[in-house]
């Protein structure tokens, strides 16, 4: 049987919905491109509305800044 920690996964901010699913894809996407020289990353939707106050950005550059340079477009 799973815990609830395994089933139910808190994100940072006061949206896990918002930090979540970017951080999975930038995790995602490092896997698949280790070697690149710089990442630019595109936000939509609630996602480029919200994104700075429900901390998309720093789900994201917590991923990918440690890989290579990384810009983020609201």
């Known amino acids: 049987m799973k815990s609830i920690k395994e089933l139910y996964r808190i994100g940072t901010?006061?949206?896990?919905?918002?930090t979540?699913?970017?951080r999975k894809a930038a995790e995602m996407f490092v896997e698949r491109?280790?070697?690149a020289a710089s990442f630019k990353v595109t936000l939509?939707?609630?996602?480029?509305?919200?994104?700075?106050?429900?901390?998309?950005?720093a789900a994201?550059?917590?991923v990918l800044s440690p890989v290579?340079?990384?810009?983020?477009?609201?």
């Open 13 to 18: 901010g006061p949206s896990s919905s918002h």
């Open 20 to 22: 979540m699913g970017p």
């Open 33 to 35: 491109h280790p070697d």
């Open 44 to 57: 939509y939707g609630s996602l480029a509305a919200t994104g700075k106050g429900h901390m998309t950005d």
């Open 60 to 62: 994201i550059l917590e």
């Open 68 to 74: 290579a340079k990384t810009n983020i477009t609201w």
